[in-house]
């Protein structure tokens, strides 16, 4: 199956107008929020801290604990915790991050907010602007078998191939906003829940990669809007944020519930690409002679009938746009 690429731009969707800074993407307020939540996660037996008796008034680990376990003093600590992490060193931040046993998402986004509130440039780099170079498009286009689609950190699908176009196609309506963004689709369009069958989980994932978004981007004003958008008119995405939870997206299994072809479930490989900072190529595959690799023929059996210009056209209607 030859095909061609659809690409968008990183730009905020026509009509969309841009929204004030929110304080759930402030960095002081994401510092607390974000400390707090993990420490309530460990139990001091956990921690390998002895359990006294007597009521606890705070679920897990207490700020003097956390304190203790990182070698660091108590008001130094809740200092850390209120949110004044720019003087904090790389040795105190790991500290506190083996401390609170935090993960390889979990510890990079410490890091990071520790960056925002110091200023310090973030940790991969100038993001790329103006268009996808040729050689990225013919790459997405010989992944012929498999759906295969380009992102930014916002979830903004910037280009697709004619495989991926069809399994996302109710993302692609007629009336879409450029650039399509799956976040926006799966809390704000009615046929979010039914596209992604495993909703909880697809929820968690959506919000966390968000949420790891902010934290490398905090002046991102597109991304401020978005997230105000999403908290101001969705409750789950507004509960699910509030979590602060994060989370990195490299490889996995994804269900969806295509309109034309039924459920079909996916590995996915998602692969950021060094010379487009903040971009990353997530493909789908499955294994040959299963149910879903059926189901994945029958996509590309439609997505062909369905196409409206002969297979190799270029369909990019202004290659100058920028993301």
């Known amino acids: 199956m030859t095909g061609s690429t659809v690409t968008g731009t990183d730009r905020a969707p026509h009509g969309c107008t841009a929204r004030p800074s929110l304080e759930s993407v402030s960095t002081e307020s994401d510092i607390r929020a974000f400390l707090a939540s993990r420490r309530a996660k460990i139990t001091p037996q956990q921690a390998g801290l002895p359990a006294y008796g007597g009521n606890r008034r705070v679920p897990g680990l207490r700020r003097e604990e956390v304190a203790l376990l990182a070698g660091v003093s108590i008001d130094y600590y809740v200092r850390l915790e209120r949110g004044h992490l720019a003087g904090a060193s790389e040795e105190v931040l790991d500290s506190v991050a083996n401390a609170l ?21 973030v940790r991969r780099g100038r993001r790329a602007r ?31 191939n004619d495989l991926g176009r069809a399994l996302y196609s109710p993302l692609f309506a007629h009336d879409a906003a450029e650039p399509v963004n799956i976040a926006r689709f799966q809390f704000l369009d009615a046929r979010g829940r039914a596209f992604f069958p495993d909703w909880e989980e697809s929820v968690n994932t959506t919000v966390a990669l968000l949420r790891t978004e ?88 439609w997505a062909a009938s369905e196409k409206p210009h002969p297979s190799g056209t270029d369909v990019n209607e202004d290659r100058s746009r920028q993301r």
């Not at 050689?135 to 280009?159: C, E, H, K, W, Y």
């Open 101 to 121: 046993r935090l993960d390889e998402a979990e510890r990079a986004h410490l890091h990071d907010l520790a960056r925002a509130a110091a200023k310090r440039p």
């Open 130 to 160: 103006g268009p996808l170079p040729d050689s990225v498009l013919r790459v997405l286009n010989s992944m012929a078998d498999s759906p295969a689609f380009i992102r930014n950190g916002r979830l903004d699908i910037l280009a697709v």
């Open 214 to 301: 902010a934290g490398r981007a905090p002046h991102d004003s597109e991304l401020t809007g978005l997230v105000g958008e999403l908290v101001t008119r969705s409750e789950e995405f507004r509960s699910a944020w509030a979590k602060h939870n994060v989370r990195l997206h490299h490889t996995g299994r994804k269900s969806f519930g295509h309109p034309s072809v039924g459920l079909i479930t996916l590995d996915f490989d998602a692969m950021e690409l060094p010379a487009q900072p903040g971009l990353t190529l997530t493909a789908y595959s499955c294994a040959p002679g299963t149910p879903d690799h059926d189901a994945l023929r029958l996509l590309a059996t």
